[in-house]
């Protein structure tokens, strides 16, 4: 008899071990009544994260819920669904998306298919229709292998200019633009209210930003930094990837090191310094604060080489 009940729950207690490992992806950190961090993991995108390997933002209003950034396509979008399940049984009515790197975005035709309207500055849907096959197929074909099966969808009445004001679910927020990030076309959603700022890839928290060859450079992604820093003066800062975070974190951690790239590579491509010699010799004087971040092993040789080389071709 036990044995049969065994061979019963056995079985149950596997598939709720599945579930629970699944929604432990993106952990659901309060940050001010009714508003929310998802955040998701700090290392790369894998099968049981499909490419959520990110942090999102929720707000819940009485109307619904406004979801800050989609996921990376329907997985990525399901993961975020589930975890908001946790807090609330209201829909997402809104998606605001704040880039164009497939996490931001490629979960936006699963929410919109379920009533939910996309929202975003008109540089942002400039780069995700710029970038969305590369997207795409980038998400296909990594760890993850997350095709989303639905197309690709962009807000379709894109917001002009760099500062939007809205009213969701009675709720006011701002959808800011201060210059490239990670991306050209990021963009920070603000609650002037609670001084809360998703701030989306501008700003890494907890691991080392990527500079990647989009279009983006170092030292713009430094000025829009600090663009954003000083107009908004956040009481907390909801980032990219990362934990929730004070200003003071944000500086140290973004901001810093982006001036720290600019003032060590910039003077070394300038005075035509061999790559390879510069890269070994910046790195090895990498701040230990700097060093000690998740994924500094594999990106910091890889950011210096990158700003070195930005800096080569002004
Ligand atoms: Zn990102």
Redesign the pocket.
């Known amino acids: 008899m036990a044995r049969t009940l065994l061979k019963l729950l056995l079985p149950l207690a596997l598939f709720a071990a599945a579930l629970s490992a699944r929604g432990a992806v993106l952990d659901v950190v309060p940050v001010r009544a009714q508003v929310y961090a998802l955040v998701g993991p700090l290392g790369q995108r894998d099968a049981a994260n499909a490419g959520d390997n990110?942090t999102f933002g929720a707000v819940l209003t009485p109307e619904g819920v406004i979801l800050i950034d989609s996921g990376a396509g329907d997985a990525g979008a399901q993961l975020i669904a589930q975890a908001l399940r946790g807090v609330t049984s209201l829909p997402v009515r809104w998606v605001i998306n704040t880039?164009s790197?497939d996490?931001?975005w490629l979960g936006n035709a699963w929410f919109a298919a379920r009533g939910a309207r996309i929202i975003a500055l008109q540089a942002t849907v400039r780069e995700q229709r710029a970038q969305a096959a590369q997207e795409t197929q980038a998400l296909a074909q990594g760890p993850g292998a997350a095709e989303p099966s639905l197309a690709p969808m962009s807000s379709p009445d894109p917001l002009a200019g760099d500062e939007a004001r809205l009213v969701l679910g009675g709720v006011p927020l701002e959808l800011r633009r201060f210059g490239p990030g990670?991306f050209p076309g990021d963009a920070v959603v603000w609650l002037p209210g609670p001084r809360v700022a998703f701030a989306?890839?501008l700003v890494f928290a907890d691991r080392m930003l990527g500079l990647l060859d989009n279009g983006s450079r170092v030292d713009q992604w430094a000025r829009s930094f600090h663009a954003f820093e000083s107009a908004l003066h956040a009481q907390v800062i909801v980032p990219?990837?990362g934990r929730p975070c004070t200003p003071a974190q944000a500086r140290a951690q973004t901001g810093d090191y982006l001036d720290w790239l600019v003032r060590e590579t910039r003077p070394a491509a300038e005075n035509m310094e061999d790559l390879e010699q510069a890269v070994t010799r910046i790195d090895a004087a990498t701040p230990p604060g700097l060093r000690k971040l998740a994924n500094a092993q594999e990106l910091n040789r890889k950011n210096i080489q990158r700003a070195y080389l930005q800096f080569q071709m002004p």
């Open positions: 990110a880039g790197q996490h931001r990670h989306g890839d990219g990837h």
